[in-house]
T-cell receptor
């Protein structure tokens, strides 16, 4: 039931791009994305509610493919501040709980 | 603006001891949640409260109890702590019930709990 995130970890140099994927075995109503820096609380990035919906936040954007039951987070021209662990949280149709993936560790090097 | 405040930040317990983790939010949110975070497993929901006066089990409720004291406060109690409950505990709140899931969750800074 837990969504599967890939890759588990990625290392980038500043300015490079990355894609983090989140897949579910169940149909989804929505997908949340959060970022957590080491030793800190998770911080909300964005929510996607409709199939095909794309949202952007500075150079971080996301898409939601309802038919494929998956979402992707796109980080372009990465900055050192993007380092952290990214979590997707999914809400299956008819479900009333948000289920989080295991996380993707992103490290941006100078 | 404090947001979500958790106390204590750190705690060490012996097996069999009991304790209560406190959580308070000042954003007038309806829904509150308790999660535990273990290495490589993400955030797992223990209990949640969709609104004042209601509570419901999450994925991993065994060994825990909760109380929604009022709209602001949601506490988590370990009646008889076990080493398997060593974890980082996060409290979160959101404006809308999780069932609608169109509101972000705001997290506290966490409580790091070790049980020996």
């Amino acid at each position: 039931q837990q969504p599967v995130q890939s890759p588990q970890a990625v290392i980038l140099r500043e300015g490079e791009d990355a894609v983090i994927n989140c897949s579910s075995s169940k149909a989804l109503y929505s997908v949340h994305w959060y970022r957590q820096k080491h030793g800190e609380a998770p911080v909300f990035l964005m929510i996607l509610l409709k199939g095909g919906e794309q949202k952007g936040h500075d150079k971080i954007s996301a898409s939601f493919n309802e038919k494929k039951q998956q979402s992707s987070l796109y980080l372009t021209a990465s900055q050192l501040s993007y380092s952290g662990t990214y979590f997707c949280g999914t809400n299956p149709r008819g479900g009333n709980k948000l289920v989080f993936g295991a996380g993707t560790i992103l490290r941006v090097k100078s | 603006n404090a947001g979500v405040t958790q106390t204590p930040k750190f705690q060490v317990l012996k097996t069999g001891q009991s304790m209560t983790l406190q959580c308070a939010q000042d954003m007038n949110h309806n829904s509150m949640y308790w999660y535990r975070q273990d290495p490589g497993m993400g955030l797992r929901l223990i209990y949640y409260s969709a609104s004042e006066g209601t509570t419901d089990k999450g994925e991993v409720p065994n060994g825990y109890n909760v109380s929604r004291l009022n709209k602001r406060e949601f506490s988590l109690r370990l009646e008889s702590a076990a080493p398997s409950q060593t974890s980082v505990y996060f409290c979160a709140s959101s404006e809308a019930p999780q069932a609608f899931s169109n509101q972000p969750q705001h997290f506290g800074d966490g409580t790091r709990l070790s049980i020996l």
